[in-house]
């Protein structure tokens, strides 16, 4: 007998049982379809414990690495406490470090986590108040900051904008939690070539990206799009262009928003236009949902692969 | 004889069917809209599960599983002709991977034996 432990919950692993099944017994109503480890509907992530190498069958390295396993072929036989895909676990208390503008409507907020542990590019949730919580991807890396950094745009009338913009101080607590996301530096071999593309505060998840290949020796050449609404959007472009500058293999293509540019300055079309063969480059997508949904069609359609494309796609606040 | 799945070459035959097979499918205008706004990657991962049933693989699929599955897309009005699109898809896709033509008949009478399931009829 296994155990293993389900959102709180005691649940018995018999001998030969699979976790699905354990669940289903239990009286869990845990998704499922194929039961043979290849739809992955019943996608569980292994929040402590290691589930069995077999279990995560045709997941890709990034989601081997956070833990996720296919219930419906895993027989543990060590414990294992196991969540929701989607759950982002407990949150731990953080202290604002640094609230800076990075241009008129893009701040950066640093925030001190001690032990908190994360791969540049994932995402966490940020909760600065009761029912005030956002989930924003970390610009930062662990290795190197003693902070973690997100990449926040200012909306009007969002209460997280206000509350950022006319509360929040240097000092002040916060909670944060998870990580989670793919969009890391993970599957990635040092000489294949990368394609980066990043819309509004996107650049952020793939700026950690970015650090974290220089940092690992990538060796392929990487081009990172960003795409900005206007030329005052194109936050970070001089760290950037200076980065392009001195490493060989970095080309970085800005583009904002310009009746008179090419494609009228969109990212996509501009990274469509370029981006011809594909189907060897390890591809990082991160924007808004529209964008990022469309960059990542048309790049399986010309021959990416899905396993090669890590995307982050970005949705409104509901409230 | 072997199983028509170690014929074709088990699960690694699946790998290198099902990005092919699913880029079809979304180029196929009779049948794209159904994919409209879907998930990629949860999408791919059930046209795997499909191919490795369709290839005689290993796979536990109770017809109440595939009627689940689709009644949704039957309600939007998914029927016969897109079955038949989405098998003649897969069809193109085993040619185009060298497959000979016994086992591409044997694949579509796989793929067609869970179809009024599908259809939830």
Sequence with gaps: MTLITHEGRPVDVAPGETVLEALLRAGVNAPHSCRAGNCQSCMHRAIDGAPPPESQSGLTDAQKVMGYFLPCICRPTTP???????????????????????????????????????????????SAGEGLKRHYSLASHPEEDPFLEMHIRLHQEGRMSRHLAEKLQAGDKVHVAGPSGSCFYEGVDADQPMLLIGAGTGLAPIYGVLRDAFRKGHRGPIRLYHGARSRKGLYLSEELQALSNSRENFDYRPCAFDPTAPHGGDVAATALEVEQSVSDAAIFLCGGENLVKRLKRDLFMRGASLKNIRSDAFTPARA | MSSLYDRLGGEGAVNAAVELFYRKVLADGRIAHFFDGVDMEAQIAKQKAFLTMAFGG????????????????????????????????????????????????????????????????
């Design chain 1, 80 to 126: 294992l406490t196991i969540s929701r895909p989607d759950d982002l676990g407990a949150s731990f208390e953080a202290v604002v470090r640094a609230i800076d503008p990075l241009s008129d409507d893009i701040i950066r907020l640093r925030v001190e986590a001690d032990g908190f542990a994360y791969r540049p590019g994932q995402f966490i949730e940020l």
């Design chain 2, 58 to 121: 290993p796979n536990n699929y109770t017809g109440a599983d595939m009627r689940n599955a689709h009644k949704r897309l039957v309600e939007r009005g998914l029927n016969d002709s897109h079955v038949d699109a989405v098998i003649e898809n897969l069809n193109y896709t085993l040619r185009d991977l060298g497959v000979p033509e016994t086992e591409v008949k044997e694949v579509a009478d796989l793929a067609n034996s869970v179809r009024d399931d599908v259809l939830n009829r």
